[in-house]
């Protein structure tokens, strides 16, 4: 289901920038906040979704059913890197299907690198997402903004969203990531344990590819102890079993208002 979606982005419905500062048709609303300029010459800003009551949209990894977001910044004007920082996601069971997203609105913090620290930023892109209520729809918004060198007060919704991302491998007291892949008939299985206390109830277990074209299935988990196991097929747009380095996955653990950043595994 996820790959069908997908597929449906190449059949974008617009949004038009009149759309960054009122709510309309297609229930979300979608803006680039000033920000400010931090000390080592970053700047921090925000993209702002705002969604009609009962939407969603998704996190980085969107579930079994979502769209995930894609951003493309090639119009801006000294601009060297953006980095996204994301909060932790909301977990949606609907139809027996698990997605991540969030609900209401997204605050998705961004750290600016200037090309010149000392000159204004003129961003300039394409945004492109889903939202869900019943049904998905795929979006694509074009969002503009100057950052200014000069901008230095704090704008609190940022600031809100930075402090709800998932805690560090260390933070949280991570002792081990181990994990054993083998293939399947199309593609790996992954199966990793994680040694770590107890994040909260509920605990679920995301798996990520550092290949974004590469579908992961909904990861089964189960802890024993402080060793929490997971279980996930990845599989390639070649569905065949594929060189899978265990370093570059990463695993985020979610449970009730909170959740776990563990990047890479080792062989057990």
């Not at 027996?96 to 997204?106: I, V």
């Not at 940022?158 to 805690?167: G, N």
């Not at 579908?215 to 899978?244: C, H, I, K, N, Y």
């Amino acid at each position: 289901m996820t790959r069908i979606l997908a597929l449906s982005l190449a059949i974008l419905l617009p949004l038009p920038p009149a759309l960054a500062d009122s709510h309309a048709e297609p229930h979300a609303a979608v803006e680039l906040l000033q920000g400010w300029r931090m000390a080592d010459g970053t700047h921090m800003t925000a993209l702002r979704v705002s969604l009609d009551d009962g939407w969603k949209t998704y996190w980085r990894a969107p579930g079994e059913a979502g769209i995930p977001p894609q951003m493309d910044w090639a119009g801006s004007e000294n601009l060297a890197g953006v980095e996204i920082h994301w909060p932790a996601p909301e977990v949606f069971v609907s139809n027996g299907m698990t997605t991540l997203g969030f609900h209401h609105e997204l605050i998705l913090p961004l750290s600016v690198r200037p090309g010149d620290p000392q000159g204004d930023v003129a961003m300039s892109g394409t945004l492109a997402f889903g939202i869900c209520q019943d049904i998905c729809m795929p979006m694509q918004a074009e969002v503009s903004a100057v950052l200014p060198a000069a901008a230095q007060a704090e704008d609190r919704r940022i600031a809100r969203a930075l402090q709800r991302r998932p805690d560090t491998a260390d933070e949280a007291g991570v002792v081990s990531a181990t994990c054993e892949v083998a293939p399947i008939a199309d593609g790996m299985r992954v199966t990793a344990d994680l040694t770590l206390p107890a994040v909260g109830p509920g605990e679920l277990v995301v798996m990520e590819s550092a290949d974004p074209s590469v579908w992961v299935s909904e990861a089964m988990a189960a802890r024993q102890g402080d060793v929490l196991s997971a279980e996930a097929d990845f599989v390639p747009a070649t569905a065949q079993p594929f060189e899978l380095d265990p370093s570059t996955l990463r695993f985020t653990v979610i449970a009730r208002g909170r959740a776990v950043d563990i990047r890479g595994c080792t062989a057990p």
